[in-house]
């Protein structure tokens, strides 16, 4: 079982030239396909003249959902070569933007991809790498009155509240680092009342 993951831990910028071309890449931590477009919409706002506006994205633990794409350019010059640099460095929610301006003078293939290359990796090596556990999902249930119990046990547990609610029983749906799914469930039998499924 997957426990952790990386990704980075702020977006970050990058340019690269080579005989007149520039290439500015963007890389950013995404969750989902629709932020992955919403950001792609906006530096496409940003740099409307651009010749070019190719991009990647890997998401998920399990690395399968996945685009590469070379808005123009010839096939697997542009999209591939920036996957290829998000996946030789391991990491995953994550998406990069390569923006290019024509300089007037034809890269050829092989100028291509070592460009697209170039600028994603320099983006990638600016932003420190962040591991996160894989979290699983949790509904607690409990009376209202243990609250500053249960709130230590998550704390104690580094274990994240993703929504709440308190009237007479309350309920919390958490995220809970699958290293430490044993771990919870063995406090939780020291604990009677308070009830923990998975969702």
Same mark, same amino acid.
């Given at each position: 079982?997957?426990?952790?993951?990386?990704? $980075?831990? @702020?977006?970050?910028?990058? !340019?690269?030239? %080579?005989?007149?071309?520039?290439?500015?890449? =963007?890389?950013?931590?995404? +969750?989902?396909?629709?932020?992955?477009?919403?950001?792609?919409?906006?530096?496409?706002?940003?740099h409307p003249k651009a010749t070019h506006h190719c991009f990647a994205y890997r998401l998920g633990i399990d690395g399968n959902q996945f685009r590469a794409n070379d808005d123009g350019e010839p096939s697997g010059?542009?999209?591939?070569?920036? $996957?290829? @640099?998000?996946?030789?460095? !391991?990491?995953? %929610?994550?998406?990069?933007?390569?923006?290019? =301006?024509?300089?007037?003078? +034809?890269?050829?293939v092989p100028g291509l991809i070592q460009a697209y290359k170039t600028a994603t990796a320099l983006s990638l090596q600016l932003s420190p790498v962040l591991r996160k556990s894989v979290l699983k999902s949790?509904?607690?249930?409990?009376?209202?009155?243990?609250?500053?119990?249960?709130?230590?046990l998550l704390r104690e547990l580094d274990i994240s509240i993703l929504k709440q609610q308190h009237d007479l029983f309350s309920?919390?749906?958490?995220?809970?680092?699958?290293?430490?799914?044993?771990?919870?469930?063995?406090?939780?039998?020291?604990?009677?009342g308070i009830l923990a499924t998975p969702i």
């Open positions: 079982m997957i426990e952790q993951f990386q990704t $980075l831990a @702020q977006p970050s910028q990058a !340019e690269f030239r %080579d005989r007149g071309s520039q290439f500015i890449a =963007y890389a950013m931590p995404v +969750q989902t396909v629709d932020q992955c477009k919403s950001h792609l919409q906006e530096i496409r706002k940003e010059t542009a999209g591939k070569p920036i $996957l290829g @640099q998000i996946d030789s460095r !391991e990491l995953t %929610d994550l998406q990069v933007v390569v923006v290019r =301006y024509f300089g007037g003078t +034809q890269l050829g949790f509904s607690v249930e409990f009376d209202y009155t243990r609250t500053n119990e249960v709130m230590r309920k919390l749906e958490v995220g809970v680092p699958v290293r430490k799914i044993l771990r919870l469930q063995e406090r939780l039998q020291e604990m009677p």
